[in-house]
């Protein structure tokens, strides 16, 4: 008999989860509160059921290719960055193509998750739901949490003095639509976010002026490259993950803030990153035309409001704002749980690999989706759901619950300490991460047989873009187009954008731009080996020249 497996949520993550249950045979249950399929990425004209939705302008961040699901690429005329609507098609298409939509239950809320009576022996859950106002109970083996992280929005209106006595217009972010009704008002946006950022350029062609308060400041950079491609696609690669691991941390940040200045100066902008502060980044290709023209004005934090103005750390006021929007971001909440478990899992520290709760005897309990990458959050998320389900059908395996607490309460003692920086704070290497899951599942490409085997595939895998198609190359839930996805990759991100066919152009990331691109970096990388070699070699011999004379 099938497991059963709870899925809560139906957005990108819960697809997935739902997805994978089948692909390994288990039996997915999915309940989703709203009345259809992509969370956040079914825009609404309202937030008024609590649902955190995009708004309407919301572009994606990351390329068709690097985030796609790794065995259902996008169609070829779609463009590379598309908007919400796009996207939600694309959804739709992977869940009718892979017939999920009859394992979800809509309209249905998870009033509670809890344990079964005998848990610590067959690790199971009792789920309540409640469908139009009625409850219902049922067992499940498994229960995979596919919230997301843009439940809560944070309002930290304690840390702004006078907030209460201001008497303009104050909303968070998550209430943000469309621009209409902000026309000729001075609008103040707290926090420069890709969210911030977005709605401070949208904001500032119909409002009289926009006001963009940030503490850190953070690197701007564009959807495109230097010529003109996808950046995700150009940066993401495995060979500059191998460059990033020789340089010298220095050296590489060197490399990485002149690169990022090249195009404009931040510190001319007002955007140049508060010394002692984390560097972050944000994706927008407007916001410093804005800034030189001068419809979006970068302000510091704010110390304080009055009735009608705000006050700034560095002693500037600007007087006469009638809306403050606040993009401060969200904090995760699972309700449905009992303690200590739903404080548990809101810190990512005690949570194994950012899936698995370290607290619990049976692993029969995973969080999708709870992550920040450097890159597609939705190829984590299914790469997740894979390593999840395979442990819940007992054919992967993980740490017992008391070394994996040890080790993160060891973890947590530090950062109290000030002796180590907490892991989820920052967000984690895209690369990095997916391999690390992949060898769990075994399916992280084998680069060195691929260079024997397929040296075709196996440069456009280690020099090219890291795409998702590279996990399904190989091991459990192989897909045999894959190969085919990955050498036809770049068709399908020019194919959109060959609208007026032009006689004699190149094609993309020829060998010429990767001697360019990385011509310096690799020889550099390779000085710096034959330098430490050179050390060891000399070494060798002198040591075993002492141990001859004694």
């Known amino acids: 008999m099938a497991k059963r497996v709870a899925v809560i949520g139906a957005g990108v993550s819960g697809l997935s989860s739902i997805k994978c249950c089948l692909d390994e045979h288990l039996e997915p249950i999915c309940f989703e509160r709203s009345n259809d399929i992509g969370g956040l990425w079914k825009f609404t004209e309202t937030s008024k059921d609590g649902m955190t939705r995009v708004y309407k302008s919301l572009v994606t961040n990351v390329c068709k290719e690097m985030s796609c699901y790794s065995d259902f690429p996008f169609q070829e005329d ?149 010529g003109g491609y996808p950046l995700n696609m150009m940066v993401t690669r495995r060979h500059h993950n191998f460059i990033a691991q020789v340089l010298p941390s220095c050296i590489l940040k060197w490399i990485q803030e002149r690169h990022l200045n090249k195009r404009f100066d931040h510190a001319n902008y007002g955007l140049n990153i508060t010394k002692g502060k984390k560097p972050k980044k944000i994706v927008n290709d407007e916001l410093p035309t804005c800034i030189l023209c001068g419809t979006v004005t970068i302000k510091t934090s704010v110390k304080e409001f009055t009735e009608t103005s705000a006050v700034f750390e560095d002693g500037t006021v600007e007087e006469n704002i009638d809306v403050v929007i606040f993009s401060t971001g969200y904090t995760y909440s699972f309700p449905f749980f009992e303690e200590p478990l739903k404080t548990l899992c809101t810190k990512k520290i005690f949570l194994y690999k950012l899936v698995f709760p370290s607290n619990l005897e049976k692993t029969t309990l995973a969080m999708i989706g709870f992550i920040s990458l450097t890159g597609s959050i939705l190829a984590g998320t299914e790469l997740q759901a894979r390593w999840a389900t395979r442990i819940f059908k007992g054919l992967c395996k993980i740490p017992p619950s008391q070394k994996l607490m040890a080790e993160a309460m060891k973890k947590e003692q530090l950062i109290e300490r000030g002796l180590m920086k907490d892991p989820g704070a920052d967000k984690i290497d895209y690369i990095s991460y997916m391999d690390d899951l992949a060898s769990f599942i075994g399916v992280k490409p084998n680069i060195p047989l691929l260079f024997i085997k397929d040296p075709r595939l196996a440069w456009e895998v280690f020099f090219g873009p890291c795409t998702p198609y590279q996990y399904r ?60 070699s050179s050390i060891f070699l000399k070494l060798v011999p002198e040591k075993l020249q002492d141990r001859l004379s004694s």
């Open 78 to 226: 779609y463009p590379n960055f598309m908007n919400h609507e796009k996207f939600w098609n694309y959804l739709q298409e992977f869940a009718e193509h892979f017939d999920l939509l009859k394992y979800i239950q809509f309209k249905t809320t998870v009033c509670s998750v809890t344990k079964h009576p005998d848990f610590s022996e067959t690790g199971q859950w009792d789920v309540v739901t409640e469908t139009e106002g009625r409850q219902d109970t049922a067992v499940f083996d498994a229960v995979m949490v596919c919230t997301g992280h843009f439940l809560n929005p944070r309002l930290p209106l304690e840390s702004f003095p006078g907030i209460h006595k201001f008497k303009g217009q104050i909303l968070h972010s998550q209430e943000y639509k469309i621009p209409a009704g902000f026309q000729d008002k001075r609008v103040l946006v707290i926090g420069l976010g890709n969210t911030g950022g977005d709605i401070a350029v949208e904001l500032s062609r119909t409002a009289a002026q926009v006001l963009l308060s940030t503490r850190t400041g953070t690197w701007v950079i564009n959807r495109s490259s230097d």
């Open 473 to 532: 190359l190989m091991g459990p839930g192989k897909w045999d187009g894959a190969r085919n996805a990955i050498l036809t990759q770049w068709d399908r991100t020019l194919k959109p954008l060959k609208t007026r066919t032009i006689p004699g152009s190149f094609k993309p990331a020829s060998m010429s731009h990767y001697l360019k691109a990385w011509g310096a970096p690799i020889l550099l990388a390779s000085l710096l080996l034959i330098y430490k």
